[in-house]
């Protein structure tokens, strides 16, 4: 071995045991000491020590950063040229991504049958929920698509027009009575309304310092719904939220009801079934009008903004108007979605609206690949229905999704999908398409 070559593997060694060490330091406090009721001490507090579980934790950091220093941040090596041949070109991505949504189409579709047939009608209960939650983050993540992936508008308080929604179907109902048709699209207009409140004030304001705002608008509606006890039922939330009926026919035993109306064996499956062919409808309906606006001059608009908002400006483009309809169509569709997870759900509370749903969305849209909306469908199945088949790991599963959020984004840094055609294609011929190394990350 020749002197640079023992110089670079040394070098990387200290480096990844630097990145070991400061692990240890942090990984002791939050892994290595568990408090608990210790049972031989009268039912005292005590503490659990567990070594092993950081000595695993730390030797996965010191790997992890010796390979990355080996292999990926060194600029050519063999096993960076391997990985480099796993990397689809961007034809067939775009190839891939034009027959990858009519087949995940169809499987949506015949799922609730799939699951039924091969598990039965109660043990396919649990699979159709989590169907439910993750159809519901992707159509947040193609709401969230067109704020962050078209307009390059960073926000990180997505979660607010969330949360707009579900209350005003819970409020509107509890109040007014009205159903849930009624309300749909009064969530989604209210939430709208607060998409151009937010928007409005903070014009100016590009980059990080859009995203502050946001973050603080987010935690604001959190904070009101919390406080607000008379009007929102603060911490204690809102119960008994009525749910949707299927054209005035209910999913309720006996007579009129659904299975009676239908002729069919009365089964608690038949609701779940229609929950979740509704919130796919939704997202369809979302994805449908968001392909459609991308070609349309607002979209464009949305692009040229996303590029650079001095030439958008430049080009006579109202820059203020775009961003406003970029934020107040976001958040219509986060407010649908809202108003399904409140009849979903029959409770709400300001608990089920942090930050942490905000960004696990922006996850979702930038893992994804921004501006790709069969990105957004593959990372939040791999996201949201990875998070519920490790949620036995415990306060080890954040770490491996951590840890794995980290591999993907090193792999490809622009996303899984990175390359989609363009919205207009000036050749008559074969569109080209367009990689995300020639795309802004967003700054408008």
Known sequence: MSAPQESFLV??????????????????????????????????????????????????????R??????????DTPVTRTLGSFIPKASSVVGLGKYAMPIFLVLAVVLPFLLTYWL????????????????????LGWGLNIVVGLAGLLDLGYVAFYAVGAYSYALLAQYFGFSFWVCLPLAGILAAFWGIILGFPVLRLRGDYLAIVTLAFGEIIRVVLLNWYEFTGGPDGITGIPRPSFFGIEFERGEGGFADVFGLEYSSIHRIIFLYYLILIMAL????????LRKLPIGRAWEALREDEIACRSLGINTTNTKLTAFALGAMFGGFAGSFFATRQGFISPESFTFIESAVILAIVVLGGLG??????????VMIGGFEFF???????????????????????????????PSIALSGGKASVISADLVQEGHG
């Open 120 to 139: 039965g009608s109660r043990g396919s209960r649990q699979y159709l929920d989590l169907a439910i939650l993750v159809t519901t983050y992707v159509m």
């Open 66 to 75: 010796l390979l990355l220093n080996l292999f990926v941040w060194k600029a």
């Open 372 to 381: 790709s909306q069969i990105g957004v469908v593959i990372a939040a199945v």
């Open 391 to 421: 949620r036995g790991l415990e306060e080890y599963r954040m770490l491996v999704f951590g840890l794995l959020m980290v591999v993907i984004m090193v792999w490809r840094p622009r996303g899984l999908i990175s390359v989609r055609r």
């Open 11 to 64: 070098s990387c060694a200290k480096d990844a045991a630097v990145g070991g060490l400061i692990a240890l330091a942090l990984f002791s406090l939050m892994i290595g000491m568990q408090a608990d009721v210790a049972t031989g001490l009268g039912g005292q507090l005590g503490i659990t020590y567990r070594w092993g579980a950081v000595g695993i934790a730390v030797a996965v950091v010191f790997a992890g």
């Open 285 to 292: 309906v979302t994805n449908f009008v968001t392909m459609r």
